[in-house]
């Protein structure tokens, strides 16, 4: 399918790798010119070599944390008028509600719901301006159904997908749309990072943690990265133009509910 958006520019949050990159390479075989980002150089450095030398597109490495000041700047001067905003940025570390402490607190709502919010208030005028703009914050399937150690994770984004609800239907009429992706289990080191956690504690192994998370997901599998980016990619087409204000789960049918 043609999407409609090639030429377009896009920033892509947290996109060395995982979904991040999943996004960014998808648009990119769309034909449109992607800003990078991560805080890993070496790492940004060989996701933007791929791109490019798969895609052709103009790949712009932006090495930072958005989670600052200095990091949203260096994004927003690398590319000032984006057509496309993909939100994402790395969850908090898996704990018990018990042990997180004001500090950790504050800068999970920081990475996952103010970041997020302030690039949404720095690109929306000159999308509506333009009369296209499509932005897609990749949150989490526990903002749907919690899960027990992703409690900050869980709020957080939880947050900002109400915070961005009353916004879309703003912004709807000026051919701007905003939804959220809600990854379930994906092949991504935040699951790899999460199966090794419950292979310490149950006396396992990272492999048999991954099996067990597989066997409980309607699907049989954990998610394959790219089809997550190629969903990414339609819902910033100009065929998605009537999708707007929506939490999409990706998850294998994960999520017991209707809605």
């Not at 409609?4 to 648009?27: D, M, Q, T, Y």
């Not at 929306?124 to 949150?139: E, K, S, W, Y």
């Not at 092949?187 to 048999?208: C, H, L, W, Y």
Request: net charge neutral; proline share 5%; aromatic share 4%.
């Amino acid at each position: 399918m043609d999407l409609g958006i090639a030429g377009r520019k896009a920033i892509v949050c947290a996109s060395s790798a995982g979904l991040g990159r999943a996004c960014a390479l998808e648009l990119a075989r769309a034909g449109v010119d992607v800003v990078v980002n991560g805080r890993d150089a070496a790492k940004l450095s060989e996701t933007a070599a791929a791109i490019r030398a798969e895609t052709g597109v103009t790949v712009t490495e932006v090495v930072g944390d958005l989670s600052t000041e200095e990091g949203r700047a260096a994004l927003l001067a690398a590319c000032p008028d984006p057509d496309i905003l993909v939100n994402n940025n790395g969850g908090p570390p898996l704990k018990p509600y018990t042990e997180l402490e004001a500090d950790g607190i504050r800068a999970g709502v920081e990475a996952n719901f103010v970041t997020p919010a302030l690039l949404i208030q720095a690109v929306l005028p000159g999308m509506v301006a333009r009369g296209f703009g499509r932005v897609v914050n990749i949150t989490s399937g526990s903002v749907k159904m919690p899960l027990p150690g992703l409690d900050l994770s869980s709020g957080a984004r939880a947050g900002l997908t109400g915070f961005v609800a009353g916004i879309a239907r703003q912004v709807a009429g000026s051919n701007v749309t905003i939804n959220g992706l809600l990854p379930g289990s994906f092949d991504t080191a935040r699951i790899a990072s999460m199966t090794q956690a419950a292979a310490a504690k149950n006396g396992t192994t990272p492999a048999e943690e991954k099996a067990k998370r597989a066997e409980s997901i309607p699907a049989k599998r954990i998610g394959d990265p790219a089809e997550f980016g190629a969903t990414c990619a339609f819902l910033c087409s100009d065929k998605a133009g009537f999708i707007t204000g929506q939490s999409l789960l990706i998850d294998g049918g994960a999520f017991p509910g209707i809605m």
